[in-house]
């Protein structure tokens, strides 16, 4: 596993992108006529990120770190469809699809699915086991919320069903790009 400073992660970020270029015009190459490459989330509001401000925002610098490679990887789409007689390669909008999907929830109390959008519901005992630990006599040593309909994340990185279906809402009016 690779892990950056801040300092490093410009180069870094840059340095993934144009791999991941080099492997999107591989898979063109290919005949695949249309590809779609997924933005990545708002990074600053997984729960295991907002679990150190106790879970009341998203992390700012998290989201930052989220916004400047999708704008990396948005420059990158742009140029590959300038190189293109079409526009084979397509952006799919992952970060403004969570953060409307959480949103929606915030500006409409009363009717919100999820209580607390930035909370997982399948949580470690204490902070030495995670979601899915067991101790070396099979006892659970995680807990599970007991609306896991109701909850936006399952554990510090994962959506629920509920919130990917919330996801999917989001992201559903700019897929009909992908069938054009």
């Known amino acids: ?13 840059t340095s993934l992108i144009r791999r991941l270029s080099l492997n999107l015009k591989h898979i063109h190459c290919m005949g695949v006529r249309k590809v ?6 708002p990074l600053g509001c997984l729960p295991q990120v907002s ?53 929606s929830q915030e500006h409409h109390p009363g009717t919100s699915k999820f209580k607390d959008p930035l909370k997982q519901c399948c949580r470690g005992v204490n902070s030495a086991y995670s979601c899915g630990d067991v101790d070396k006599n099979g006892a659970y040593k995680y807990v599970v919320c007991k609306k896991t309909n109701s909850a936006f994340f399952w ?7 509920a919130g990917w279906d919330a996801v ?11 069938l054009g």
Do not use: R
Not at 155 to 161: A, C, E, F, K, R
């Open 1 to 13: 596993m690779y892990f950056c400073t801040c300092q490093s992660l410009p180069a870094f970020t």
């Open 36 to 41: 779609a490459v997924m933005a990545i989330e």
């Open 51 to 103: 679990a150190f401000t106790s879970y009341p925002n998203c992390s700012v610098t998290g989201n930052s770190i989220a916004k400047f490679h999708n704008q990396i990887l948005e420059k990158s789409v742009q140029k590959l469809n300038k190189e293109t007689k079409d526009s084979v390669y397509i952006k799919l909008d992952i970060y403004s699809a969570f953060m409307a999907a959480m949103k």
């Open 155 to 161: 554990d510090g990185v994962h959506p629920t069903q």
């Open 168 to 178: 999917f809402s989001a992201l559903k009016s700019s897929l009909h790009i992908l």
